[in-house]
């Protein structure tokens, strides 16, 4: 059974209201293009995505970000890295500069435009495909350890899990008879999750993709390309590999070896970091939960997630966390 959730932290208007078709085509016209009045909405949440077609020339992409999410500093760094890997040949899609510039502002609107690539979902039970996608991580990272981000944030327990609990706990989010459970065993998944970065040790970090499932990796004919650097950030490299791989812990070692066999041909990777795989995951969960509470106010979200809220959502994630805290008990994977 559903219950009303508490709104007390939905205060002013959503973060779309404003963009108007008409604002839409208004703010893509300030970059140069010409659009002939046609867009089609694209999978986003966090962001408002759309593909433009124009008088002349070819379709492209304008994404319109979430207003207050990052500031101007952090998308240009965003830019700035996305241009560096292709400048050194690293198939992701960067921004167009236009009009002298990557970043446009339109009416309290910041947006960028990109080419559009097309693409398939790549096939990770392939093991040619996970060494080639490999291959290609692996020179993303070269390029990432090469210099370092200064405003983009950094990936960690605090960011992550500490305040997600935070987050959560703070709304009237979780239902009253499974708080105490939740609260519990969101305690002993942080907890667990520092101890794992203790175990890992002084591991470097740098400029990553942050969030590289597979969703964010199209392939074509010439191989993968890489998009969608909105959760650029600092952190392990380890961060950028283990959402490609899935299945027990024995799955996962064979993905994980095919994986490297390609990435280590450009960048060493540190064994220690195979002990933040079930760590990240975990982040990777309060994260997710704590999204969807933030985003609330965004009529996209309750439409998108009717089931956030519930109880059946929430003994779902208490179930999840539990199995999470057993899972960063065990040995760390093992890869030849």
């Not at 867009?39 to 949440?45: R, V």
């Not at 703070?170 to 101890?195: C, F, K, N, Q, Y």
Request: glycine share 8%; aromatic share 10%.
């Amino acid at each position: 059974m559903g219950r009303m959730i508490d709104r007390r932290q939905d205060t002013g208007p959503a973060p779309y209201d404003d963009l108007t078709p008409e604002h839409l085509l208004d703010a893509i016209e300030t970059t140069g293009l010409r659009p002939d009045g046609r867009l089609l909405a694209l999978n986003s949440y966090e962001n408002r995505v759309y593909q433009v077609w124009q008088d002349e020339g070819p379709v492209v992409v304008a994404k319109f970000y979430r207003p207050g999410r990052w500031s101007d500093a952090q998308i240009l760094e965003e830019h700035a890295f996305a241009l560096e890997l292709a400048g050194h040949e690293v198939p992701v899609v960067a921004p167009l500069e236009l009009a002298g510039h990557t970043l446009a502002h339109h009416r309290g609107f910041r947006l960028a435009v990109y080419p559009r690539r097309g693409g398939r979902a790549p096939e990770l039970d392939d093991p040619a495909v996970l060494r080639w996608i490999g291959r290609f991580l692996g020179r993303l990272h070269l390029v990432g350890a090469a210099s370092s981000f200064t405003t983009r944030e950094t990936l960690g327990v605090t960011e992550l899990g500490d305040e997600s609990r935070a987050t959560l706990l703070a709304g009237d989010w979780i239902p009253p008879d499974l708080l105490p459970a939740w609260r519990s065993v969101a305690d002993m998944a942080i907890d667990a999750a520092h101890a794992a970065f203790q175990r890992a040790g002084d591991v470097r970090t740098l400029r990553l993709h942050g969030d590289c499932h597979a969703g964010n990796i199209l392939w074509t004919d010439d191989g993968p390309h890489f998009v969608d650097l909105d959760d650029a950030r600092t952190g392990p490299a380890i961060q950028d590999l283990w959402m490609l791989l899935s299945g027990d812990r024995f799955e996962m070692a064979a993905q994980l070896r095919e994986v490297l066999a390609g990435y280590e041909t450009f960048y060493r990777f540190d064994r220690r970091e195979l002990a933040l795989v079930e760590a990240l995951r975990t982040l990777r969960l309060l994260h997710y939960s704590a999204w969807i509470a933030r985003r609330w106010g965004d009529p996209a979200f309750p439409a998108a997630f009717p089931w956030f809220g519930t109880g059946r959502y929430w003994q779902d994630r208490v179930l999840e966390l539990k199995e999470q805290v057993a899972a960063m008990s065990e040995e760390a994977l093992v890869v030849d």
